[in-house]
């Protein structure tokens, strides 16, 4: 859908046509963002569905503040023309993330986005530059350490998608009901002073045929890792974060910004880890470090 992805133009011609008075807006949010944050060598998001009530767009921002790189992958589904289609949401913190990308670009970080299914529509501009954002339709990141990472968003390897999208599309309107019921749940869990806690995420545990999917999926991507001769892969698009060996090739899924609160980072000595974002705490590990995981399989 053209339409949902022109939303990112009206920003990106204010980058050309108002040097100064971007600049000074990039000085009042560096001081905003200048609180201490671990700077890294990549991160690595997928699944933020902007233009959903599910984005945890303010959750999403204060990571990105907390975690300044010099290389940012965009791993598809960032805009959700799917629900957009349906029903026009964009609310003034989804402005803010958008713009906190192209402010990233414009200050030198490199900023790739690999479009997903939800985002396809962006699939056509693979190739051009949109206020400094690449947009590619997979890319290839080498680590500080040396590895080749092959940077897809998965939804070719997902049978639904590919052989029956009414499929996928009934899929999308109840998996949106499920997030719907969880918001209500974790506003009453907040009040009474519990955590956050993801009502699909323990679903997709407790249902065999759902992790026989992940499962089939993982073991797909890795294989076609490995027959392009790469060491590894990132992905996202199934919403569940994780990082292992899979026949000799680093799996890699930075998980979502809906559920999961998740990213891929890399230090600058190349080491791989999943981190999990709570307002007000610090990054939850997820997995060891992707160094540990290669080493008791080598």
Excluded at 72 to 85: A, E, K
Excluded at 120 to 142: L, Q, S, T, W
């Amino acid at each position: 859908m053209r339409a949902a992805f022109d939303a990112f133009l009206p920003f990106t011609e204010g980058i050309v046509d108002s040097g100064a008075l971007e600049t000074a807006r990039d000085a009042i949010h560096d001081a905003d963002d200048a609180h201490g944050g671990q700077r890294v060598r990549t991160v690595f998001i997928s699944d933020i569905h902007l233009g959903t009530p599910g984005c945890q767009a303010h959750a999403l921002l204060d990571f990105l503040k907390d975690h300044p790189c010099d290389n940012l992958y965009l791993v598809g589904d960032i805009v959700d023309g799917w629900q957009l289609r349906k029903r026009w949401f964009w609310p003034q913190a989804h402005n803010d993330v958008v713009q906190k990308l192209l402010r990233a670009a414009r200050k030198g970080c490199r900023v790739i986005y690999v479009p997903g299914n939800h985002d396809e529509f962006a699939r056509d501009f693979a190739g051009n530059h949109f206020g400094g954002i690449e947009v590619r339709n997979e890319a290839v990141h080498v680590t500080a350490d040396g590895r080749s990472l092959w940077v897809i968003h998965g939804d070719y390897f997902d049978g639904v998608i590919q052989c029956a999208k009414w499929l996928a599309y009934l899929g999308d309107n109840l998996y949106e009901f499920t997030l719907r019921l969880n918001r209500h749940l974790n506003h009453m869990r907040s009040r009474l002073g519990l955590p956050y806690w993801s009502l699909s995420a323990y679903l997709k545990q407790k249902v065999k045929k759902a992790l026989n999917y992940v499962t089939d999926f993982e073991a797909a991507v890795a294989h076609e890792a490995k027959r392009r001769g790469h060491d590894g892969v990132v992905c996202g698009h199934i919403h569940r974060a994780e990082m292992r060996m899979i026949d000799g090739v680093l799996y890699c899924n930075d998980g979502d910004w809906v559920e999961s609160r998740s990213a891929l980072v890399e230090h600058f000595d190349g080491r791989l880890e999943l981190l999990s974002w709570s307002e007000g705490q610090d990054p939850i590990r997820l997995e060891q470090p992707a160094t540990a995981l290669q080493k008791e399989h080598a």
